[in-house]
């Protein structure tokens, strides 16, 4: 299966996270962002009941509900972003209560590359199936979710269903800060899925824990709470240059 995320990993990559209708995350943001080099844009669906969001998260769903938000407007916003990759992250049992195939169809139509279920395999792995089938159907990139606590059997056998992507969620929630058993849980998976991208996320927020998660073998990182945290702080000039400055330097470690 070959869809439009791949080309966006041939290289290590930066994905951002981004809520769907927070106001925060408006055209300027992500025009800046764009432009000083995220790779992928990860767009997550607000709901009322998050499942591993941290704080920052928690917030920006709240405000993105507060705004009025409805599942077709977080589309509307996804659809209408022209510039760079994008996945939607958003929770396998709030999908199911509208429906795979509808929602499937929004993922489509607003243009985006795939969608990531981080409760697929934790909450739903007889959906596994059903996943894939839905991705073959649409022309999407499958994409897993695992944490250091999977059997290595299973991170084996999702490699080999050919993901765009594997992500390691270093915690338990995001936002938190990384344990020295980071390292050494990155080695472990990087060894179980061969050459596939493995892109690691959750609580990453600085430089130097890029480098040491590059070193350990991931080919990117996903920042979400970070950059959230810098969107809140304003939308005056100096905001906008801190989050560019921000951004060029995880960009400028992912690349040495």
Do not use: W
């Amino acid at each position: 299966m070959q869809g439009p995320l791949r080309s966006a990993l041939k290289r290590r990559v930066l994905m951002v996270y981004l809520t769907a209708g927070d106001p925060f995350a408006d055209d300027e943001v992500m025009g800046v962002l764009s432009e000083s080099g995220v790779d992928i844009f990860e767009f997550g669906i607000p709901t009322a009941k998050p499942k591993y969001d941290g704080l920052m998260i928690k917030a920006s769903y709240r405000r993105a509900l507060e705004s009025r938000t409805t599942l077709e407007k977080s589309f509307q916003v996804i659809g209408d972003f022209k510039m760079g990759h994008k996945i939607v992250f958003t929770y396998f049992d709030y999908v199911k209560s509208i429906g795979l195939e509808k929602f499937m169809y929004y993922v489509q139509n607003a243009g985006a590359g795939g969608v990531l279920f981080p409760d697929l395999l934790i909450d739903y792995p007889e959906e596994l199936g059903t996943y894939m089938r839905l991705c073959g159907q649409y022309g999407f990139d499958p994409a897993f979710f695992v944490t250091s606590s999977f059997p290595h059997n299973l991170i084996s056998r999702l490699a080999q269903l050919d993901p765009a992507f594997i992500y390691l969620g270093l915690m338990v929630s995001t936002g938190t800060l990384l344990p020295i058993t980071v390292s050494r849980n990155i080695r472990i998976v990087r060894s179980l899925i061969n050459d596939v991208p493995l892109l690691v996320g959750f609580a990453i927020s600085e430089p130097s824990q890029v480098i040491d998660c590059v070193k350990a073998g991931a080919d990117g990182v996903v920042i979400g709470s970070a950059i959230i945290r810098l969107i809140s702080q304003g939308r005056k000039k100096q905001g906008m240059e801190n989050l560019k400055n921000y951004v060029t330097s995880i960009k400028k470690v992912l690349e040495i």
